[in-house]
């Protein structure tokens, strides 16, 4: 049995290798739970090959039926880990040295912030893949240990109307052109070296705290920002070979309509903002799609810190989140068909930041069997 799940693990890394080979942006859809006021559940199929069927409420069966195709979506019952599981791969190829992006997208209240942090109320139970990622990392950077050394540093940022705020300090940055593949898009974000798994903890909750929070009609807890937590990884290995990659975890601010927010004044500003960088973000993605020679990553703050990690040669994943909910409706359609667009962008193959990373998983792939050769004899 033992050798058994050596071999499953060992799949593990043909596994990752065969993602590279695919499209590099992929696309899971989660539907959110229906809280006990919410009755009129218009999701009426949900496939296990990605596909989902959504009912418009005011309209016949026959007409009414709208189909969407993802490379996964996740029901309301799909607990953090699964989610997690069906993630691992592409976050654990930051350590082979790719960049890897992964964002949640969709309106106010669909489960963005419990899909990236956790539970909204700050309970340790049912954390995110932004706590799960870095627990992972901590994991393989330990079992990799004597092939590599590994240091891990994380920067956490908001974007709020076009300003970065550097959320672990509390001050005004400013996003710099990153050259290179390697270059530091934010490079006066404080860095904090991490070294476990309460680190992380003990800055997460430091920057949620510093969060920008403001009210709308919708959700007066709503986040009006954007929130990125990036994971620099800077790995040695015995043959001195370099790995340095980064991990971009963003909780986008919520992608609803300005109509239906109702809101004047400072609150039209941010709505308008929060589109503009939202639609920027989906420019982007297009032209890389059709292979323009002008990406337009300036336009927006969101696009020029994610630009090392958005490119033809890093990893792509977006969360769709949409509620259940028939008012819901107009807004899961628009959710759901930006994000049709962009899993249907093929953006080439992804490239690790150094040469070796497939000789670094054989030499892993090495030592973990010859560790278990000793265990079994
Ligand atoms: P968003 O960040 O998109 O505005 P939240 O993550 O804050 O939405 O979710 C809204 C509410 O629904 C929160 O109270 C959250 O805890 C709850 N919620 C969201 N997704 C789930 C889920 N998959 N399981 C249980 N509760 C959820
Ligand atoms: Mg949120």
Do not use: W
């Amino acid at each position: 049995a033992l050798g058994y799940h050596k071999v499953v693990k060992e799949n593990r890394n043909l596994y990752n290798m065969v993602q590279d080979l695919r499209g590099n942006i992929r696309v899971y859809c989660r539907i959110r739970p229906p809280f006990s006021t919410e009755t009129k559940n218009v999701i009426d199929f949900i496939g296990k090959d990605g596909s989902l069927v959504i009912l418009d409420p005011l309209k016949s069966q026959k007409v009414g039926r709208k189909v969407f195709q993802f490379n996964h979506v996740f029901g309301p019952t799909a607990t953090q880990d699964e989610v997690f599981r069906d993630t691992q791969p592409l976050i654990r190829s930051v350590m082979d040295g790719y960049n890897v992006c992964i964002f949640a997208y969709g309106q106010t209240g669909s489960g963005k912030t419990h899909t990236m942090y956790g539970p909204s109320g700050g309970s340790t139970k049912d954390l995110g893949i932004n706590y799960l990622a870095l627990n992972d990392l901590f994991q393989l950077s330990n079992r990799r240990k004597d092939i590599t050394e590994y240091d891990i540093h994380v920067q956490m940022v908001e974007i709020y109307n076009e300003q970065v705020r550097d959320l672990l300090a509390d001050d005004k940055l400013e996003i710099r052109s990153c050259t290179g593949e390697n270059g530091l898009s934010l490079p006066d974000a404080t860095m904090h070296s991490v070294k476990s798994t309460a680190d992380v903890l003990n800055l997460m909750k430091l920057g949620e705290v510093n969060r920008v929070v403001s009210s709308t009609a919708i959700n007066n807890q709503s986040s009006r920002s954007h929130s990125v937590l990036t994971v620099h990884v800077h790995g040695k290995d015995v043959s001195r070979s370099i790995v340095r990659s980064c991990l971009h975890l963003v909780d986008l601010a919520g992608s609803e309509r300005v109509d239906k927010s109702e809101v004047t004044g400072d609150g039209l500003k941010e709505a308008q903002y929060i589109n503009k960088s939202l639609s920027c973000l989906g420019d982007v993605i297009t032209a890389l799609a059709q292979k323009n020679s002008h990406i337009p990553y300036r336009n927006s703050k969101l696009t020029l810190l994610l630009q090392n990690s958005l490119g033809g040669h890093a990893k792509t994943l977006m969360f769709a989140h949409v509620s259940p909910e028939g008012d819901s409706f107009g807004e899961t359609i628009s959710t759901l068909k930006f994000a049709q667009r962009v899993s249907t962008v093929e953006l080439g193959a992804a490239r690790a930041n150094k040469e070796s990373s497939e000789v670094m998983q054989l030499k892993e792939q090495l030592e973990s069997l010859k560790k278990a050769l000793t265990n079994n004899g």
